[in-house]
């Protein structure tokens, strides 16, 4: 489940973008953090929608860009409620800002699941643990995502 592995896949709608979301959130438990990188328009908060949709949030899904950070109750594939936690990081003046943010609780989020939008952003503030879906422009107007799950390894104490 961890390392260097990807998994590759090519999606040619929005609606397949959704769908992806809705099974990816099947894999997911309580302190799962995913990180969505991207550029503008590449697709991270409809792979939100469908993540979020999946994990049974009845609401709709928007980007907190202005609030940075958005929460919501749903429920994983088990029936058990979790939080979800929707943060955008794309208008962080600093990395130095997230601490104001309690952004400690969202990269450990023992409650529920966190997806963090523009993580580049945090600079190598990351979770100890993480799913990276990497999402660029396919062709014809389509996406690639390329999915990895990464654990941060600790350095030995001294």
Avoid: C
């Amino acid at each position: 489940m961890f390392g260097t592995d990807v998994a590759t896949i090519d999606l040619a709608s929005h609606e397949e973008m959704v769908a992806y979301g809705r099974e990816l959130a099947g894999e997911l438990q309580p302190g799962d953090v995913v990180l969505l990188h991207g550029d503008l328009g590449a697709g991270k908060t409809t792979l939100v929608q469908g993540i979020a949709a999946g994990l049974g949030v009845e609401e709709a899904i928007q980007s907190p860009t202005f609030g940075l950070v958005a929460d919501h109750r749903g429920r994983l594939a088990s029936g058990e409620a979790v939080s979800i936690h929707h943060l955008d990081l794309y208008r962080l003046e600093s990395p130095d800002d997230l601490e104001g943010l309690g952004y400690e609780q969202y990269i450990a989020p023992a409650d529920g699941v966190s997806m963090i939008e523009w993580p580049e952003r945090a600079n190598d503030w990351l979770p100890d643990r993480f799913m990276l879906l990497k999402i660029n422009h396919g062709v014809s107007g389509g996406r690639r995502i390329e999915r990895s799950w990464h654990q941060v390894k600790s350095s030995p104490s001294s």
